[in-house]
């Protein structure tokens, strides 16, 4: 079994910043890409974020751009994202998604955690 299980959301005062990070744990031979999304209340869940497989590339949606740092320990099975200069609609509930490859390293699965709420207050 595998569990995907994010921290660090909460309060945040506008302007701050947010440090989200997510550990992946269980029947894991390998991590490939490692993502951030979003919910807004009413919305749709949005990418943030994107890591592929040993960090060889970053890809930052619109919402993250010039404001955002995603990184990947591997070690650790942890996915980090710091966003800063936070603003009320950036408000969310943020998930983690991990592209995991089981223990025979042939079956490759999405998981999802519960997500974390970040509430940015004006």
């Known amino acids: 079994q595998v569990q995907v299980v994010e921290s660090g959301g909460g309060l945040v005062q506008a302007g701050g910043s947010l440090v989200l990070s997510c550990t992946a744990s269980g029947s894991i031979s390998r991590i490939d890409d490692m993502s951030w999304y979003r919910q807004a209340p009413g919305q749709e869940r949005e990418l943030v974020a994107m890591?592929?497989?040993?960090?060889?590339?970053?890809k930052y949606e619109d919402v993250a751009k010039g404001r955002s740092v995603v990184s990947r320990d591997d070690t650790m099975k942890t996915v980090f994202l710091q966003m800063n200069r936070v603003q009320p609609n950036d408000t969310a509930v943020y998930y983690c998604?991990?592209?995991?490859?089981?223990?025979?390293?042939?079956?490759?699965?999405?998981?999802w955690g519960q997500g974390t709420r970040v509430t940015v207050s004006s």
């Open positions: 890591l592929t497989s040993r960090g060889t590339r970053v």
């Open positions: 998604n991990v592209a995991i490859y089981g223990p025979s390293g042939l079956q490759r699965g999405d998981y």
